[in-house]
């Protein structure tokens, strides 16, 4: 099993749809949470962070966690097709940085 | 935020040839910088974790021998692909994050195509 599951996609939606994204982990020990966006062919972008259970808005994002269910969501409203990228969820024990697989987005105009 | 330079964004070689990619962080102290490897359509597989000063910790599978990670200063950490082979092409992504550890900042890539 894989300590970080992740759907890689793709998912297409239409402009303005709200979108979902999820991954869920194995391991209780996680401490941080974290989204990154890729953009094809450039290094990955941070998005949000958290740490703890619950959800955390920036802006159109919305992330949340459930460390009950070991599953961890990131919401997008209002997407844009510039929203039209890969993106990871990252989790954190110690120094080491775990990525799930990444979903492909595709937001259609 | 932070800015990471990598350099070069690209790079084509021969089967054989060694190829060394630069990693700087632009505006503060890394303390500490990954190396990743990203094939298509597949997650960032972290390759190996430098701190500054010492040697890198390398993960389970990357061979040490064969991919040499420098990180000589707080601002610059070098990754050398020897005697590259066509398997080894791939994307390259090194991170930075400084004292507190809490953020790494990615650098833009690095696509490796060895013939």
């Known amino acids: 099993q894989k300590e970080v599951e992740q759907d890689p996609g793709p998912l297409s939606v239409p402009e303005g749809a709200i979108v979902s994204l999820n991954c869920t982990y194995s391991n209780s020990a996680f401490q941080y949470f974290m989204w990154y966006r890729q953009y094809s062919r450039k290094g990955p972008e941070l998005l949000m962070y958290?740490?703890?259970?619950g959800n955390k808005e920036d802006g159109r994002f919305t992330a949340q966690v459930d460390k009950s269910s070991k599953y961890i969501s990131l919401f997008i409203r209002d997407s844009q097709p510039s929203d039209s990228a890969t993106y990871l969820c990252a989790i954190i024990v110690g120094f080491k940085t775990i990525f799930g697989a990444g979903t492909r987005l595709f937001v259609k105009a | 935020g932070a800015v990471v330079s990598q350099h070069p964004s690209w790079v084509i070689c021969k089967s054989g040839t060694s190829v060394k990619i630069e990693c700087r962080s632009l505006d503060f102290q890394a303390t500490t910088m990954f190396w990743y490897r990203q094939f298509p359509k597949q997650s960032l597989m972290l390759m190996a974790t430098s701190n500054e000063g010492s040697k890198a910790t390398y993960e389970q599978g990357v061979e040490k021998d064969k991919f040499l990670i420098n990180h000589a200063s707080l601002t610059l950490s070098t990754l050398t692909v020897t005697s590259a082979h066509p398997e080894d092409s791939s994307f390259y992504i090194c991170s930075a994050s400084d004292l507190q550890g809490d953020e790494q900042f990615f650098g833009p890539g690095t696509r490796l195509t060895v013939l």
């Open positions: 958290t740490y703890s259970s």
